[in-house]
């Protein structure tokens, strides 16, 4: 019997805007206004300033570690404006600051979480999404279980959550994939594919040409699309979260980006990459191209771009004031969320801040009193 | 690689201390591999695979695809097969995803093949709090792994302990998990002899002798408990053990110590409650009975979830806490 062809595949690229500015006018046809994008582009300068302040507070010893998300805000920023803001649900990693600023997270939150306190991670009432994700690859299960109540209960919402190139190695990318499939719950994958996992390049992470290959074995619609291209990116994500709000099932987006700074602020890249690769990026930065864009539409000139940067400083200086401003948390705060109540054992361990019996019971060591020793 | 000025004059670090060890152990046995994220060109995030891939090459150590279950998956497959892997899980959280090949096949191997198929590999991890680092990242979960039949579990704390420890790790027939304080990596630097040596797990070591009550503790708390010891009355003489190895736990010579002391405090990061104190204390009641003035006491983390930095030092037992449940003991 003559061999047959059973399975036949091809993964588009999607650029709608070049590094230049330029548009394809053909491809930009129902995406985005001149006016959203120079919103949008506004605030992707205003992030830009919050990534580049929060550097400067780890670097002068104000914040703990922080990853920077600079050059890849196009990513974030034009899927989470193509989805329904307190309506359509955001699960992130740790590089998509802006989609989570764009559906209501306060900035100082970011910060809080990365000065090392949770209350950064107490999502506020309304704003659809979860807090950071510190282990690589294991959200995107919960984002597939989110979007799967949503389609129980039937309600048109649509779950999108985001990683790393590096976060499709681990099988629980890959059993959220299948699992998003078998149950075609609406779930949009998006991986930022900067290039590289801490030091490790895409070509030593995957042998895959694309990342975006992967859900083809899901039998995902799947996408590769310029990430640093805010049009292109919102056009494919507005038709994944469409047909997933209209009961089409998950699909998977590739955004090929590049991370401009080191991994975090506890890396060092010059050990592992060259600065050529990273310079020759530089000039592909979403930022360049919407400004460019933006001045040949005579929308955005010099004293513009003053105005914005004098805005956007007070802006940040102001986010970054509140997050200083909050106290530490109390010692409490470690117990106080570990169950809906308290137990015995814990109540005492908070109560004497003690774990020794001694401690925690005085009457013990014949301290009469029996009250806690810690003050 | 020679050792640099600095080591010569004022010793090594953990650091380097492990990292001399690996080098060490990679010229002497070609079976030996190292695996994990980031640990070729990079040196590892803590640095403490620095310059292996250069002398060994990246067939010999290996920058893996970012999975920790494939990282340890596979490492048990090289074991079987012949090849002694050192896989490196990057943070004490991430052993997550590793969990279940490295419990329920690593660990088990031999039981269920009757000897026939053995796993001699040494599992790397940094270990514990006081970094400052973020979520994940400060764990200290060696009781799980000493509660699981088959694997060996070591934490030292000093660069003279790890680097005999991981040699014999290495050498070991059987799965070691070998935890590295990560708080202690750089804190201090000593003599660290160059030749290679072993130092043989199972055994603790007695930091300092003393006659009134026995401090037990490991991993990064060891100096906690030093400066506990420092904040007490001149004439309190305290003895205190570094367990080193958790699991086989060296009983001997916690129960002379005891036995001479009566009284005894034990001391870890991880959650008071099922942590590693807890099966220490009841082999003291087992063995001590009789000779104990006053109850065992723990000082351990409360049993939470470790808290992100800004209360991480409330979370982990400091000298304070330490001092005055080992005054507490003694008034008993
Ligand atoms: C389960 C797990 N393993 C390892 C790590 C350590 N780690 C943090 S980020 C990272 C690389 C992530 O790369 P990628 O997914 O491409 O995301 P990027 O940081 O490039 O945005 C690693 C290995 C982790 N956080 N979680
Ligand atoms: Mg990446």
């Known amino acids: ?375 | 690689m020679p050792r640099t000025d600095v080591m010569k004059q004022k010793g090594l670090t953990l650091v380097d201390a492990i990292n001399e060890a690996l080098e060490q152990e990679m010229h002497r046995d070609s079976r030996v591999v190292l695996l994990g994220e980031d640990v070729g060109a990079n040196g590892g995030v803590f640095r403490v695979t620095e310059g292996l891939q250069k002398i060994f090459g990246k067939d010999r150590v290996i920058d893996t695809p970012l999975a920790e279950s494939g990282i340890m998956g596979t490492a048990i497959g090289l074991a079987m097969a012949g090849m002694r892997p050192i896989p490196e899980i990057q943070f004490d959280g991430f052993l997550g995803p590793a969990y279940d090949q490295l419990t329920n096949h690593a660990a088990r191997y031999r039981t269920r093949t009757r000897g026939a198929i053995t796993i001699p590999l040494t599992v790397r991890v940094p270990v514990g709090g006081g970094i400052h680092a973020p979520e994940l990242h400060s764990d200290s979960p060696e009781a799980i792994y000493a509660h699981t039949p088959g694997l060996k579990v070591v934490m030292p704390c000093t660069p003279v302990d790890a680097k005999g420890l991981l040699t014999s790790a290495i050498r070991d027939p059987d799965p070691v998990v070998f935890f590295e304080p990560k708080r202690v990596y750089r804190s201090f630097r000593e003599e660290v002899p160059e030749e290679e040596y072993t130092i043989p797990i199972g055994h603790a070591k007695v930091v300092s002798e003393g006659t009134d009550l026995t401090v037990i503790t490991w991993g990064a708390s060891v100096f906690e408990c030093l400066a506990a010891i420092d904040k007490l009355p001149e004439d309190v003489s305290v003895e205190l053990i570094d367990l080193r190895t958790i699991y086989p736990i060296d009983l001997d010579t916690i129960v002379q110590s005891v036995q001479k002391t009566g009284r005894c405090v034990i001391v870890h990061e991880a959650p008071k409650t099922s942590g590693f104190g807890a099966e220490i204390s009841s082999l003291i009641q087992e063995h001590c009975f009789l000779n104990l003035k006053a109850p065992v006491q723990r000082v351990a983390g409360f049993d939470t979830v470790m808290p992100y930095y800004k209360l991480e030092l409330d979370y982990l037992p400091d000298s304070k806490r330490i001092a005055e449940s080992v005054t507490q003991t003694l008034a008993y």
């Open chain 1, 1 to 375: 019997m003559p061999k047959k062809s059973v399975y036949k595949a091809e993964i588009e690229y999607l650029q709608v805007m070049d590094e230049q500015g330029v548009i394809d006018a053909a491809q930009s046809r129902n995406t985005l206004s001149d006016e959203e994008i120079l919103e949008l582009f506004k605030f992707m300068q205003q992030c830009r300033q919050l990534d580049e302040i929060a550097f400067k507070l780890q670097r002068s010893g104000r914040m703990g570690t922080y990853p920077q998300n600079k050059g890849q805000e196009a990513a974030a920023i034009g899927t989470a404006y193509a989805a329904k803001k307190g309506q359509d649900f955001l699960v992130p990693c740790y590089r998509e600051n802006a989609a989570l600023f764009m559906h209501g997270l306060p900035m100082h939150y970011v910060l809080l979480h990365w000065m090392g306190d949770e209350r950064g991670n107490q999502i506020p009432e309304g704003v659809q999404q979860l807090p950071l994700c510190i282990p690589i690859g294991t959200q995107m299960l919960h984002a597939t279980g989110i979007a799967w109540a949503f389609k129980m209960r039937k309600e048109p919402k649509v779950a999108l959550t985001y990683f790393g190139d590096g976060a499709t190695s681990e099988g629980d990318f890959h059993e959220a994939m299948n699992f998003a499939s078998v149950f075609q719950v609406p779930c949009v994958f998006i991986c930022q594919n900067n290039q590289w996992a801490i030091s490790v390049p895409r070509e030593t992470q995957m042998r895959s040409k694309t990342v975006a290959q992967k859900a083809l074995a899901y039998e995902m619609p799947t996408y590769q699309v310029d990430g640093n291209d805010l049009l292109g990116v919102y056009k494919i994500a507005k038709e994944c979260i469409d047909r997933a709000r209209g009961g089409g099932g998950p699909s998977f987006i590739e955004a090929v980006t590049y991370r401009l700074a080191d991994h975090t602020t506890a890396d060092d890249a010059r050990r592992y990459r060259d600065q050529k690769e990273v310079d020759a990026w530089l000039g592909r930065d979403p930022l360049i191209r919407l400004r460019k864009y933006l001045e040949t539409k005579d929308l955005w000139d010099e004293t513009k771009q003053k105005a914005a940067e004098e805005r956007n400083k007070a802006i940040v200086a102001e986010v970054v004031k509140t997050a200083e401003g909050i106290e530490k948390p109390s010692f409490d705060d470690i117990f106080d969320f570990t169950f809906a109540a308290l137990n015995p054992e814990l109540e005492k361990q908070k109560r004497t801040a003690r774990t020794s019996s001694l401690g925690q019971d005085p009457t013990q060591v014949g301290l009469a009193s029996g009250e806690p020793v810690h003050q």
